[in-house]
């Protein structure tokens, strides 16, 4: 059998490394000089019994000489070399990874690490650039900052300045310190740098979220006539039964939903009826909650908008979440209690449509679409089991109403006089400390 | 030109330390902190001068620029916007909606102090 071009140059390796002579070891061998030179430079071919001859002049395992850098390795070091265009001789790469299988090892180590760093810089840039919080809590700290200069500038000015006025600053200083220190506190505490063990999904429910992200929240694989619901948990890779479980039953409602509307149609009707869950029910004939579930895992990259979804159970646990930008859902504790997906368990099965704001010196919009339906098919001498659906989509044209004041979560959330907290704001804190 | 400055600000230690040197320098500021009233606020007097922070409750100052730099009465006002954003996309913001100049906190007095005099033409 033919063996791998690198092969010539770890014979080359073996040869240099024992100090022989590329003519000594040719005429040991039966062949020229010349000819052991293109074998050497992977320019021919080596195999059966002159590999077994030169195998056994350089004293090595024919095996070690045909056991080339696998094809993982030769990929990620071309994936590598492709980051900075045409720095490094690509077509030498075999010769090099069989000559240095550290270094190789290594630039393929460093590639894979510099491509989670600029994910990591990427993701943090967006949380920089989009995360309501965030940006609340930067201009508590600024607006503290821009007052106690300003403030101060007034008191050591050269201008006179009675006592009134004097006590009054003092005091406005004193304030603004406190607030500033509060802030700051709360500020680091927000950005405390995660290190790499904690971008592991820790929870069931973020490791199938974080599965869910890779698909691009569209599981082609069960959009089939005949889907393989345990093939796609299987092969999700997750690492306990919980998350198994947890991704088992997304995957039963995501096959049912999909049946109700095969995806061709309902990506049509779509388009045709401008995403109005309603409109689209009433098409279908299907359930409210499906067409929820449904935007929220139409493709991506086929021109539809930003959805995000977010499913609980009556307890009021989330099960399920998909985050759109600027509506980052927790996935460690609770949700705030003001979101439409928990008020639609007060009125099962009537959808709710409600235009929601979150806090922050410039209100972020969302229009939410709810509805809390049985989850299961109905029996007697049982009370139903409810789950609840809400489908979040970002900019809405300004509505009639006002919308309804919510946060994300009462840890974040800079709302100091809302009746539904639960635990004091980390960040964004307003109150005074002596 | 008149002396009448308007300055819509929600911090309460931000409104009175630029009031005080404001004031100190001759001219009269009237201040209103709620992003949702500011436009009745403005045409009920209007001023000769519009100190106007960004990030407002209710809403944003760049929306309520928009409003001005299309009503009659307050189109010709000079705008001095103010916010704790920095960034180059919301000056430009500010600019191309009719903002006459753009200031960011954290700002020191003499810069308010020479900008609202350069606006006001003292």
């Given at each position: ?10 014979i ?21 000089p ?15 019994k ?15 000489l ?33 000559r ?13 690490r ?20 965030l940006?609340?809590?930067?201009h ?75 698909t ?44 109700a ?19 689209l ?63 639609a368990?007060?009125?099962?099965a ?5 235009e ?21 098919g ?14 979040v ?42 | ?19 005080f ?15 949702q009233?500011?436009?009745a ?23 309520i ?26 000056r430009e ?27 006001m033409?003292?």
């Amino acid at each position: 059998m033919p063996t791998r071009r690198l092969t010539g140059s770890r014979i080359r390796e073996k040869r240099l490394d024992q100090g022989l002579r590329q003519a000594a070891v040719a005429e040991a061998v039966g062949i020229s000089p010349s000819y052991l030179n293109l074998i050497e430079h992977n320019r021919r071919r080596i195999a059966g019994k002159l590999l077994g001859d030169l195998a056994r002049v350089l004293g090595v395992d024919a095996a070690l000489l045909t056991a080339g850098a696998d094809n993982d390795l030769l990929d990620q070091m071309r994936d590598a070399a492709a980051l900075l265009g045409d720095v490094a001789e690509v077509a030498r790469v075999e010769e090099l990874a069989a000559r240095y299988p550290g270094w190789s090892r290594l630039i393929a180590v460093q590639a894979r690490r510099l491509e989670i760093l600029e994910g990591r810089v990427q993701s943090l840039t967006d949380r920089m650039a989009h995360d309501p919080q965030l940006a609340a809590s930067l201009h508590d700290v600024i607006s503290s900052v821009t007052a106690i200069r300003s403030t101060a500038s007034i008191l050591v000015g050269q201008e006179p300045l009675d006592a009134d006025w004097q006590r009054r600053f003092h005091e406005n200083i004193h304030k603004d310190s406190l607030r500033l220190a509060a802030s700051s506190e709360a500020l680091i505490a927000y950005l405390d740098a995660p290190g790499p063990d904690n971008d592991r999904p820790t929870t069931p429910l973020e490791e199938v979220e974080t599965y869910l992200a890779k698909t691009g929240f569209h599981i082609a694989a069960l959009e089939t006539a005949d889907p393989d619901r345990a093939a796609v948990v299987a092969q999700a890779d997750l690492s306990g039964a919980a998350a198994r479980h947890l991704l088992d039953a997304i995957c039963t409602l995501y096959v049912r939903d999909a049946y109700a509307l095969p995806l061709a149609d309902f990506d049509l009707a779509c388009r045709d009826l401008g995403y109005d869950p309603v409109a689209l029910a009433q098409r279908f004939g299907a359930g409210f909650g499906s067409v929820l579930r449904r935007l929220s895992f139409l493709p991506p990259g086929a021109g539809h908008p930003p959805m995000g979804l977010a499913v609980c159970d009556a307890s009021g646990t989330l099960r399920y979440l998909k985050s759109v930008p600027g509506f980052t859902m927790p996935r460690a504790g609770g949700a705030c209690p003001l979101w439409p997906i928990f008020g639609a368990f007060s009125r099962p099965a009537q959808p709710l449509r409600a235009e929601v704001a979150l806090p922050g010196p410039v209100q972020t919009r969302f229009l939410c679409y709810a509805i809390a339906e049985p989850h299961q098919g109905p029996s007697f001498d049982s009370a139903p089991v409810l789950q609840s659906t809400m489908l979040v989509l970002p900019d809405p044209a300004e509505g009639a109403l006002p919308p309804t004041q919510v946060g994300m979560s009462c840890r974040i959330c800079a709302r100091q006089d809302c009746a539904a907290r639960r635990e004091p704001a980390m960040i964004g804190v307003m109150a005074m400390r002596d | 030109m008149g002396n009448r400055v308007l300055l819509i600000e929600d911090e309460p230690n931000i409104i009175e330390a630029i009031s005080f040197i404001l004031s100190r320098d001759g001219l009269t500021v009237h201040t209103h902190e709620d992003g949702q009233t500011a436009m009745a606020k403005v045409l009920a007097l209007p001023p000769d001068l519009i100190i106007l922070d960004v990030m407002l409750p209710g809403r944003s100052g760049f929306d309520i620029l928009r409003d001005l730099r299309v009503n009659d009465v307050t189109k010709a006002i000079p705008v001095m916007m103010l916010t704790a954003r920095g960034q180059a996309k919301d000056r430009e913001l500010a600019l191309r909606l009719g903002a006459s100049h753009f200031m960011t906190k954290p700002f020191s007095n003499a810069e308010v102090r020479d900008n609202v005099r350069n606006l006001m033409g003292a």
